[in-house]
């Protein structure tokens, strides 16, 4: 420590400069001078004025104008200001107002003019955006809250006279849209539940605009589509609803409760209501194709009517997914001979686009039509049609009983407007004690028909054998049929062949004959010429040699050719000679020769 003070003593203008330099603008301001930061404006507070007229504010001011005492409409811009003594003007550091992305400024006024009677915002003054209160001021701008909101952004704001509140901007989701209700503007006419559409707001985002053209308060029939918006909360609120959708297979018919009266378009033709144009009162004559849109639900009713076939089912536990038909029952009828019996129905209908909005300008939606029309329809004709017939001849005439239907509910349909497509009998439960002797009667008919299909069966069982016996014998029939064909193909081949060959040997026959006959006549012609020749030869010879010479010589040839033995070998006989046998044998030859 008293090493310190050496140090202190010898260097005490150091201590001194940091001191004047962390608290420069306290001195600066002991001599009026005052420094605003670049991101700051400075709020004025004059405690009193030493001179001139208007030293005070007039009465119900709250901000001075003329420089009387109190809060200055001006404030300081950033830099250096002079003439602002500690001892007669007050000044606050005022950081600028931000507005970030996603919020808008709802701004208060603490001064102006009052709001006239029945306003609950101050109008539209230009200002720059609050950023002038003189302007403000100066141009009849009102106390209170504020028509006109800040966007995002920064701003050099009076906060002694503006009051800025943050809100989240509007913003609508996709497929839904934002049912507006106005706290500004003019009072509805007695009987409007919403207030027609005005243009040149821009969304309900100029709400001097909107008041201007004749908007007024409360529920309004416009409605904002998706997107992002900056609307004052303190103007108007918007509550989020999704978009009215038609499906497909559908029209959907608008029941509308805002517009001019509207004037039917129908004539006579609809008696029981009546159909306007689009965009005025009562129901519209043009229904919407399946689609979206966007709907005000307080303002319009959409009635979704399908225009593809309907089925209603008169049945228990049974219903379809549209659920027109879920408080449709079983049918219990009454037959003629005293007997009680349930039947199901089930009844297809349509309903033709041009013909659904009649249907719900007469009956106001699909469900009272179900109930005040089909219910009653169809659950009094059954009823009708079986106490005219016995229980017995209902079940046996099913059939015709349809049919009759269809044409009955088909006709008393058609002045509704809606079609019949189809009348179908389902189940039917007759009472117990009728079902046993039918069902008992039914067993033994089923029971002869099973006798007799099983007779069929054997019958077809032994003509299936007999069949299959046929068949397996097939081949051998075919073989021997064809070995038939064969042996006649055969025969007929061996005949024409005999046929050939005796045709052939009758040709080769008389050819053979006329050969021989031509070779026979040669011979003969030949034997008789070389005989004609023999002769003439013999006859000379005799001539030269005499006849007896000639005789004996042709014996001797004869005999030298014949080959018999002249001389036998053993020679017998009683006195016998030689030249005696001799003799006998050439007298024997001779013989045989002649």
Request: glycine share 8%; net charge neutral.
């Amino acid at each position: 420590m008293h090493n310190l003070l050496p140090i202190l003593q010898h260097y005490w203008w150091v201590a001194a400069l940091v001191v004047l330099l962390a608290c420069y603008k306290l001195v600066l301001r002991l001599f009026g001078v005052i420094i605003i930061d670049e991101n700051s404006i400075g709020i004025v507070n004059k405690k009193f004025v030493l001179f001139g007229k208007n030293k005070t504010l007039p009465d119900g001011a709250i901000i001075a104008l003329n420089g009387e005492a109190g809060n200055q409409v001006d404030t300081l811009a950033p830099g250096l200001h002079f003439f602002l003594w500690p001892w007669q003007f007050e000044v606050t550091i005022q950081k600028h107002i931000t507005i970030q992305d996603g919020k808008i400024g709802v701004v208060s006024s603490k001064d102006g003019k009052p709001l006239s009677a029945g306003r609950v915002l101050g109008r539209l003054v230009e200002c720059d955006s609050y950023q002038n209160a003189r302007l403000f001021l100066t141009n009849g701008g009102e106390r209170g809250s504020q028509l006109t909101i800040i966007p995002p952004g920064t701003y050099r704001i009076n906060t002694a006279l503006f009051t800025i509140q943050t809100a989240d901007i509007t913003q609508v989701p996709e497929n839904k849209i934002g049912i507006v209700t106005t706290k500004e503007g003019t009072a509805l006419r007695t009987g409007d539940i919403a207030g027609k559409e005005i243009n040149g707001h821009n969304m309900f985002q100029d709400p001097q605009t909107f008041i201007n053209n004749g908007g007024t308060k409360g529920m309004q029939e416009q409605v904002i589509m998706s997107g992002r918006y900056f609307i004052n909360p303190l103007f108007a609120s918007i509550e989020m609803v999704n978009m009215t959708s038609v499906p497909i297979a559908h029209v959907g018919v608008v029941v509308s409760y805002v517009g001019e009266n509207g004037i039917d378009v129908t004539g006579d033709k609809l008696e029981h209501g009546n159909l306007v144009p689009k965009g005025q009162k009562g129901v519209w004559v043009e229904p919407l194709d399946p689609g979206k849109y966007p709907v005000n639900p307080y303002t319009h009713k959409v009635e979704c009517v399908p225009t593809a076939n309907v089925v209603l089912n008169w049945a228990d536990q049974k219903t379809e997914s549209h659920n027109l038909d879920k408080e449709l029952c079983t049918i219990t009828v009454r037959s003629s001979d005293g007997f009680k019996f349930n039947l199901d129905v089930s009844q297809i209908i349509h309903i033709p686009r041009t013909d659904a909005p009649m249907v719900i300008a007469r009956f106001g939606n699909m469900q009272s039509m179900v109930t005040q029309v089909l219910e009653p329809t169809i659950g009094n004709y059954f009823r009708n049609a079986a106490q005219s017939s016995s229980d017995i001849e209902f079940l046996k005439q099913r059939k015709e009983r349809q049919a009759e239907a269809f044409n009955q509910i088909t006709a008393g349909l058609q002045k509704y407007n809606v079609r019949s497509v189809d009348t179908l009998i389902g189940d039917i439960v007759p009472p117990e004690p009728l079902m046993k002797p039918l069902t008992d009667r039914k067993i033994a008919e089923e029971e002869n028909t099973t006798y007799k299909t099983q007779i069929t069966a054997q019958e077809t069982r032994q003509q299936l054998e007999q069949a299959t016996a046929k068949a397996n014998t097939q081949a051998r029939v075919v073989d021997a049929e064809r070995n038939v064909t064969i042996a006649e193909y055969d025969a007929q081949s061996s005949i024409k062949k005999a046929e050939g060959d005796a045709k052939s040997k009758t040709v080769i026959a008389t050819a053979d004959a006329e050969v021989i006959r031509v070779v026979s006549t040669a011979e003969a012609e030949k034997i008789a010429s070389i005989g004609a020749a023999e002769a003439d030869v013999i006859k000379q010879k005799i001539a030269s040699i005499g006849p007896e010479n000639y005789k004996s010589i042709e014996v001797t040839r004869a005999l030298s050719t014949s080959g018999q033995k002249l001389v036998p070998e053993i020679i017998s006989g009683a006195g016998g000679s030689s030249d005696t046998l001799v003799s006998m044998i050439l007298a024997d030859k001779l013989k045989s020769k002649v």
